[in-house]
């Protein structure tokens, strides 16, 4: 199976259970948070069965995630202190974002994150005693207390404000390098998301909003974020940053933006989606 020729978006089945027998396989290779990747190969490509077998790296655990064109694919975890292979790489998730294309990133990031998964739940958090594989689907089981223990994902929104032709975009107080993005921000046990938008934009900036328009979804595997991007627009109150989060605010008229997110981000697309409307909005107006 030619990866050049490989359609994920296609071509990817996720699964569970591998198939008792096969000839050809691919396999992510990972070690902590970091994914190999094969010296001269771009874009990148998972191994293929010969060359994770002739790698001679050991094996901590293997995960079935699904099959491309019924070639099974693997995430196989090796050492987290395992050395470069001659010839291989380990790379970190961050450095994967611009590089591949989104399908290729997802996939990559889905490894990861049921790696680290599984690295973390080797012991119940309850009890303490060993956790076993669940069969049924991808859960671990602590035999002696019977809690389950799925991969983790933190919901969280993203929320492109609008104040007619204005965007309100946010500085972080923790974030390096001098770049605005939308407001976001991860979902309390017992909201709904449309109450986590109106919590965030009122704890971070002030303000109330309405006319929340669900713009999309967008998983970002760092570590397990499943982001939930809405459009909405300003209805009152003055901006009030909450110091701790936001180190600066500002409504931008959408000619004028500041530096802001790339296109591989949700954020980004978010923010593009608005400039189109207001350009089209512009040209309407004009006739
Ligand atoms: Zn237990």
Redesign the pocket.
């Known amino acids: 199976m030619d990866w050049q020729l490989v359609d994920l978006g296609r071509d990817f089945t996720a699964g569970i259970k591998p198939p008792e027998s096969f000839d050809e396989s691919f396999h992510i290779v990972i070690s902590d948070d970091e994914v190999l990747t094969i010296d001269g190969a771009h874009p990148w490509r998972p191994l293929n069965q010969d060359e994770w077998r002739w790698l001679g790296l050991d094996q901590v655990a293997s995960h079935y995630l699904g099959s491309i064109s019924n070639v099974p694919l693997f995430a196989n975890e090796v050492d987290q202190d395992a050395d470069n292979p001659d010839g291989y790489e380990f790379s970190t998730l961050w450095s994967f974002l611009n590089q591949v294309d989104q399908q290729v990133f997802y996939l990559v990031g889905r490894a990861r994150q049921i790696v680290e998964w599984h690295r973390n739940h080797h012991y119940?958090?309850?009890?303490?005693?060993e956790?076993s594989s669940f069969e049924a689907d991808r859960s671990r089981k602590?035999e002696?207390?019977?809690?389950m223990f799925y991969p983790r994902l933190s919901p969280s929104i993203i929320v492109c404000v609008n104040k007619g032709e204005e965007i309100l975009l946010a500085r972080n107080a923790h974030a390096s390098g001098n770049f605005y993005s939308t407001i976001a921000g991860f979902v309390e046990p017992g909201e709904s998301i449309e109450e986590t938008v109106h919590r965030e934009v009122f704890e971070e900036v002030g303000i109330k909003v309405h006319k929340l328009k669900y713009f999309g979804s967008q998983s970002w595997p760092f570590p397990n974020s499943l982001m939930f991007g809405f459009h909405a627009e300003y209805d009152s109150g003055e901006l009030t940053l909450q110091k701790e989060e936001i180190a600066d605010a500002q409504w931008f008229h959408y000619t004028d933006l500041p530096n802001r997110p790339a296109m591989v981000s949700i954020s980004g697309w978010l923010i593009n989606d608005f400039i189109k409307r207001a350009e089209l909005n512009q040209i309407q107006t004009r006739k």
Request: glycine share 16%; proline share 0%.
């Open positions: 119940c958090g309850q009890c303490g005693q956790t602590c002696s207390c019977n809690l």
